[in-house]
């Protein structure tokens, strides 16, 4: 077990490691400079404000400096917000976005769960048809189209709920709801198959042949069992959620992580993209870490490396 | 006649007679044996959903290739006098399609405007309907390219890895392993940072992170054929590593390959118009999918139907490329399904 988490630990060094030396040198690639009208300034201006942000160094000495201050969690300077640096801007902006994320992720984890049970109780039936249309709609429309739509439709024609901006807890429900949309398709369909194929296990049918309730083989046998593999789906659900936040709080105008982030793309912020980059990467990373231990902890199954 | 009881007894000739030529009859059988694509085929026909998508991509791709020479507007014509016409076609006035603006009013009776314009017009005046088919060619383009070129790369990449083995296999194993953990969106903005957005560069960008999928499915399956007998036949009897892997192995792992280039064309797709949509993708005049979602999300307050139709047409997209997509996977291989 240890071995194993130290291998995972080593891999996910490496690839941060490669990221941050990816993102670096992209970034010098990048066309523009991240002053406002830099034709306005002067040599002079020009010279000093190159020298205040180090970008007179050789890109190499850039490069370990900004490995040295990544050690400490120093992200550096804005280029657009004039004193404020990357990991404050960071720490606050994430609350919205967090916040928008683990309401979709609940929400949507529920609704699928629902789906996709009802799904495999009732296979073969107009239900499951209806579930498993319901998650492919789902899977397929862009979370942004579904955005824009309600926005149009919930918002703006029917005002139900506020079409925009962030002043309360009811502004959080459509882009909750948005984010969710795709949340509830994928476990719905995991859920679906998972059952399906629990529900034909030797071990469903020794407990049926028991003389259990059918509640306490469904409850106890089959959706415990069929919960195991759902861990999986953590991954792809947070790039999922990762995605759907840049442009969800886009349309909606939430004021966070991924707002910032598409605004600091189209203003060159490069020490904001790339602080933003790092720390979607690392949660990114992290996640599939945690997944693959909490995997072989939940199915005892699987045995990791290491363990035997 | 004593004989050992496994013997067989010995048969006199004069017991065999010349069997008549009209009794022998080849075996009956009910039906020709079907081909692995044939059963494909037929299972998939069964699929309602996977037939449904199929047809519904086949009549859009047909669709945008001839739509655009229903009219005579082209997609990048302005004409400031038709700007902002609601869609209006003749004869589904029923439908919605009567040329009145949310408001109520009818701008072609105010401008005096007798061209209809089916799916409307966008704030240049240019035609909506030959915009989105244009737009629905660019989009595909996009998704089939991107899914052709990680293809190739994933299957040289995968079956190398696979079929070699040993320390190669390995090495290049741990390149994926560091791939797969980089987040794909990450890598497609900052690509598309560096480079202008343009066709080919988010094509580029797709498939710098794209091919690991399938090299991976590649790998898993030419490992699992590797071992079994009919590849040691092909062996023992001396066929040649090139003839291996394309008479033997590449048929064989042909079922996953078009199963995962069948999900990946509507992702590519679904990334094409996420980056249009965040700013990252095709520039006026060039449409695509995400484009016009983006130009019609920016004015739905007052023109909804800029953002209703390509909205409608990217879903039906995308709903029939998972449906066949996984139709597909249950007709060609039923132990994939997940």
């Known amino acids: ?111 699928g769960l629902l789906l996709g049970m009802i799904s495999a109780l009732k296979h073969n039936s107009f239900l499951d048809y209806t579930s498993v249309f319901i998650a492919v709609l789902g899977m397929s429309v862009p979370s942004f189209v579904f955005a824009a739509l309600m926005q149009y439709y919930l918002g703006v024609k029917l005002q139900w709920l506020p079409a925009a901006l962030w002043r309360g807890w009811e502004y959080t429900i459509m882009p909750s709801l948005a984010l969710s949309v795709m949340v509830i398709a994928t476990v ?26 059918e509640k306490a083989v469904i409850v106890k046998h089959v959706v415990r069992n069929a919960l195991i593999p759902v861990v999986t789906m953590l991954g792809p659900l947070t790039v999922g959620i990762m995605t759907g936040t840049l442009v969800i709080e886009k349309i909606f105008a939430v004021p966070g992580l991924g707002e910032q982030f598409t605004l600091s793309i189209m203003v060159n912020d490069y020490s904001v993209i790339m602080g933003i980059t790092l720390f979607y990467s690392s949660l990114f990373i992290l996640v599939v870490m945690i997944v693959d231990i909490l995997y072989g902890v939940l199915d005892p199954r699987i045995s990791l490396k290491g363990e035997g | ?164 083995g040993g320390r190669l296999d390995n090495v290049m194993q741990r390149i994926i392993e560091v791939l797969v953990g980089i987040p794909n969106l990450i890598v497609i903005i900052l690509f598309i940072l560096i480079f202008e957005p343009g066709i080919l560069s988010i094509i580029l960008a797709m498939i710098i992170t794209g091919w690991v999928g399938m090299a991976r499915v590649v790998r898993g399956q030419i490992l699992q054929l590797k071992g079994q007998e009919f590849i040691l036949a092909a062996r023992t009897l001396g066929t040649s590593n090139g003839k291996l892997i394309w008479k033997h192995l590449f048929p064989n792992v042909m079922g996953p390959i ?46 909804s139907y800029k953002l209703i139709f390509p909205a409608i047409v990217i879903s039906a997209l995308m709903i029939s490329f998972n449906l066949l997509a996984d139709g597909l996977r249950d007709a060609l291989d039923p132990k994939m399904r997940r």
Do not use: C, H
């Open chain 1, 1 to 111: 077990m240890r071995n194993y988490f130290l291998s995972r630990l080593g891999y996910m060094l490496v690839t941060l490691l490669i990221i941050v030396t990816a993102t670096f040198f992209f970034m010098q690639l990048l066309p523009g400079t991240p002053f406002n009208n830099p034709e306005k300034l002067t040599e002079q201006q020009l010279l000093s404000l190159n020298e205040k942000y180090g970008l007179d160094k050789p890109i190499a000495l850039q490069y370990f400096i900004y490995l040295g201050n990544l050690l400490q969690f120093d992200l550096g300077l804005s280029f657009q917000y004039e004193g404020r640096t990357v990991e404050s801007i960071i720490g606050s902006r994430i609350g919205p976005s967090a916040l928008i994320g683990l309401q979709a992720v609940v929400f949507g984890t529920a609704a």
């Open chain 1, 188 to 213: 719905a369909r995991f859920i679906r198959t998972e059952m399906l194929e629990v529900l034909g296990q030797d071990y469903v049918v020794t407990a049926r042949a028991k003389g259990l309730t």
């Open chain 2, 1 to 164: 006649m004593g004989r050992k009881p496994n013997e067989t007894p010995e048969i006199p000739d004069d017991m065999f007679t010349p069997a008549s030529p009209g009794i022998v009859t080849k075996a009956e059988t009910s039906a020709a044996p079907l081909t692995f694509w044939q059963e494909a085929w037929r299972r998939l026909r069964k699929n309602k959903g996977a037939l449904a998508g199929l047809i519904t991509i086949v009549f859009l791709i047909v669709v945008s290739l001839i739509g655009p020479l229903f009219n005579e507007y082209s997609y990048s014509q302005q004409d400031l006098v038709r700007s902002n016409l609601p869609p209006k076609i003749a004869g589904l006035e029923w439908l919605g399609f009567d040329g009145t603006r949310s408001s109520g009013e009818n701008t072609y009776e105010e401008r005096g405007i007798t061209a209809n314009a089916w799916f409307g017009t966008d704030e240049f005046g240019r035609d909506l309907w030959t915009r989105l088919w244009k737009a629905t060619q660019v989009s595909l383009f996009i998704g089939v390219v991107a899914a052709f070129l990680d293809l190739l790369i994933g299957v040289v990449y995968g079956g190398i890895s696979a079929f070699y």
């Open chain 2, 258 to 303: 078009i199963i995962t280039v069948m999900f990946t064309i509507p992702s590519a797709i679904f990334f094409e118009a996420f980056l249009s949509f965040i700013g990252l993708g095709l520039q006026p005049p060039l449409a695509s999918l995400g484009v016009l979602i983006e130009d019609g999300y920016q004015s739905m307050r007052f023109f």
